[in-house]
């Protein structure tokens, strides 16, 4: 089965060492364009394979969700501007958002949201001291993204269709919990598979396990990459 890789399709590199990083981009081959660093890798050398996978032509998401005053989060991400990189998460914040988007500048680096982890429900943001539920967060911080300039926020795909309603057709649209009918769903409790996913309104999905734990994970992203292609 021939074809190209999916600039929509982003696999993260959720192993603990660079060397199983390069491991999988390895078996993974030219299915895939686009990769996402984590903070697991992050605590190792995760900066240093960011570099080498931009050198060998990949585009590079930094999810290292950046939550700090805004002169530490604005240095932050002028220090990542310099990599080329192309994606970096950032807490949805107003004072966050805001101060990355100030770093970055005119580098192509996109700022992305993390408008609320989906790990909160409504009863952990009460603890918090949110008196909004959890879908009411998700929307007022979309709202925010959009003022403070981001250029897009991380979605599950039951918002993603509110993010594309609200950016409208430019804005990033990056989700996670992605699974093709085919696959093991894991953790991921309210999974969509590709194709929904980029028909309510994902301008990139995020698919791991499903690719990095198949036992051809070059076959597997071609299955992923031919699905998407039915959403055009
Ligand atoms: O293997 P899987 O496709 O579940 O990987 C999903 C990736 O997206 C992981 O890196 C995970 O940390 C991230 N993520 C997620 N759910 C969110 C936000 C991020 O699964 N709500």
Redesign the pocket.
Request: glycine share 12%.
């Given at each position: 089965m021939a074809a190209a890789a999916d600039p929509r399709l982003i696999v993260?590199l959720?192993v603990p060492t660079a060397d199983e990083a390069r491991a999988a981009v390895e078996r993974i081959g030219e299915a895939v364009s686009f990769y996402?660093v984590?903070l697991e890798l992050f605590a190792t050398d995760g900066m240093a394979l960011a570099r080498e996978l931009k050198a060998a032509g990949k585009q590079v998401f930094l999810?290292w969700k950046l939550h700090d005053i805004p002169t530490t989060v604005e240095r932050a991400a002028a220090a990542l501007s310099g990599s080329g990189c192309d994606f970096l998460t950032v807490h949805g914040e107003p004072q966050v958002m805001a101060a990355a988007v100030r770093g970055r500048g005119r580098s192509g680096l996109k700022v992305l949201a993390?408008t609320v982890?989906?790990?909160l429900a409504d009863a952990d943001l009460k603890e918090m001291g949110y008196a909004e539920t959890a879908r009411a967060l998700v929307e007022r911080r979309i709202h925010q993204a959009i003022a403070a300039g981001c250029d897009g926020v991380?979605a599950?795909p039951h918002e993603a269709a509110l993010a594309r309603a609200l950016g409208g057709s430019d804005f990033l649209v990056v989700t996670?919990?992605?699974?093709p009918d085919w696959a093991a769903k894991?953790?991921?409790a309210r999974a969509a598979t590709p194709l929904a996913a980029l028909r309510s309104g994902a301008s990139h999905i995020?698919?791991?396990?499903?690719i990095?734990a198949a036992n051809d994970p070059h076959e597997a992203a071609l299955r992923v990459v031919a699905e998407m292609a039915q959403a055009g």
């Open positions: 993260p959720d996402k984590g999810d993390v982890l989906t790990s991380i599950s996670p919990g992605v699974r894991n953790d991921q995020v698919c791991g396990r499903p990095t």
